[in-house]
C-alpha cells in the first residue's frame, strides 16, 4: 500500500528501512523482538505513517499538554473548550484525597489556576466512569471546596466573602466513553 503522507512528511520511511535499523542495533532488537507483536506491528504503523499514534495515550498527552512546559497548548485547549481567552496563571499540586482510588483509569490530570483566578481541573481518562454527570459535579464542588479554603485561609472573618471564591471549570477527556455519551451526538 503506498503511503501518500510520505508527500507531505518525507521523512518517513519504509518499513523495510526500519526494521533494518531496529536489526542492525543488537540492543534496539532485542527491546522490539521482546514486545507482543501487536505491539511491534503498531510501533512499525507509527513510524512508517500507516496510522498516528494516539493522542490520549499516557506520553503523548503529558507531552504535548504539560502546562509546565507547554503552558500555551493548554491555554489554546482549555480556550477552545471554554469558547473564551483564557491564560494559565499556575499549576496547582493535586490534592492528595481523591474520591476514589481512580490512578490506574486516570492517564493525566492538571489543575490550573486561570489568569481571572478560576480553576480548571483538566484530566484524560482511559475509561469513561458511570454516572460521569454527577461525578464531575463532585469534582467541581472539590474544587469550590479547595478555594473556600484558601480564601479563608487568607481572609479574617470580616473581610472574607463568598464572591471571592471563582468559577471551577472540569473537563474530563475520555479515550473510551461510556454509552451514556452516545445518546447526544451533536452536544
Known amino acids: 500500500m503506498r503511503n501518500e ?3 507531505y512528511f518525507p521523512m518517513l520511511r519504509s518499513r523495510e528501512a526500519i526494521l533494518e535499523e531496529i536489526n542492525g542495533k543488537e540492543e534496539l532488537a532485542e527491546m522490539f523482538y521482546s514486545w507482543d507483536e501487536k505491539y511491534r506491528e503498531e510501533f512499525l504503523d507509527f513510524c512508517t505513517g500507516v496510522r498516528g499514534v ?10 504535548l499538554l504539560n ?4 503552558p ?6 482549555i480556550s477552545l473548550l471554554l469558547g ?21 483509569l486516570v492517564l493525566m490530570d492538571f489543575l490550573v489556576q486561570l489568569k481571572d ?5 483538566v484530566e484524560i481518562q482511559k475509561i469513561g466512569y458511570a454516572f460521569p454527570g454527577p461525578r464531575s459535579a463532585c469534582y467541581s464542588a472539590d474544587l469550590l471546596l479547595r ?5 479563608r485561609s487568607e481572609t479574617t472573618k470580616k473581610t472574607f466573602s463568598y464572591r471571592k471564591i ?18 447526544f451526538p451533536n452536544k
Open 5 to 7: 503522507l510520505r508527500k
Open 54 to 63: 494516539k493522542m490520549l495515550y499516557d506520553f503523548c498527552a503529558k507531552a
Open 67 to 70: 502546562p509546565e512546559v507547554y
Open 72 to 77: 500555551e497548548r493548554l491555554d489554546e485547549l
Open 84 to 104: 473564551k481567552k483564557v491564560k494559565i496563571l499556575k499549576v496547582l499540586p493535586n490534592d492528595n484525597t481523591r474520591l476514589a482510588d481512580e490512578t490506574s
Open 117 to 121: 483566578d478560576s480553576v480548571a481541573n
Open 147 to 151: 478555594q473556600y479554603r484558601q480564601v
Open 166 to 183: 471563582s468559577k471551577v471549570y472540569t473537563i474530563v477527556l475520555f479515550e473510551k466513553s461510556t454509552s451514556e455519551f452516545h445518546k
